[in-house]
């Protein structure tokens, strides 16, 4: 069973209402979190693309990627939970796991179940918060993976 239904939570999930790129993100996080990210994704077979601008390398290790030059240009790794579910993560700070979902791609409450899935391996891997807020809006999560709960939760009324 999904943990959110979709009928509850659609309104989250109009990019007219929420934005295109929703911001997701864990925060309070260390370079040991990315890694921990970066395994994950290898473990549960993600397909994923790592690059530095229009440069596609191999994934490297969250110490090496988190210790490029403030000049550099910012990296990415994309990373399909499913065939047609994209999350581009960027890599701007230690201290806060970041990344964009497309909300065009997540919805209908299969779609929805992919994300709450995904968002559930980051959080149970991380022991840690994952929440989704409205584009530009950062500071008021709609909704998110809660660590006590173990599950997807709303954090804002719909």
């Not at 840690?128 to 530009?136: F, S, W």
């Not at 500071?139 to 660590?147: T, W």
């Amino acid at each position: 069973m999904a943990d959110l239904l979709w009928g509850d939570v659609s309104c989250f999930f109009d990019p007219d209402l929420m934005g295109t790129l929703p911001d997701v993100c864990v925060p309070n996080t260390s370079r040991e979190d990315w890694q921990a990210v970066l395994d994950l994704v290898a473990e549960k077979g993600w397909k994923c693309q790592y690059s530095e601008g229009e440069t596609v390398l191999p994934v490297p290790r969250a110490e090496d990627v988190l210790s490029r030059p403030a000049d550099a240009e910012c990296p990415n790794l994309r990373v399909w939970p499913a065939s047609d579910v994209l999350a581009i993560f960027r890599f701007h700070a230690d201290d806060e796991v970041d990344f964009d979902v497309d909300l065009r791609e997540l919805q209908g409450q299969e779609r929805l179940h992919v994300f709450c899935g995904f968002l559930r391996e980051i959080g149970r891997r991380l022991g840690k918060p994952v929440l989704m807020a409205p584009e530009g809006d950062y500071g008021h999560p709609v909704l998110g993976f809660d660590v006590k709960a173990d599950r997807l939760v709303l954090l804002a009324d719909p």
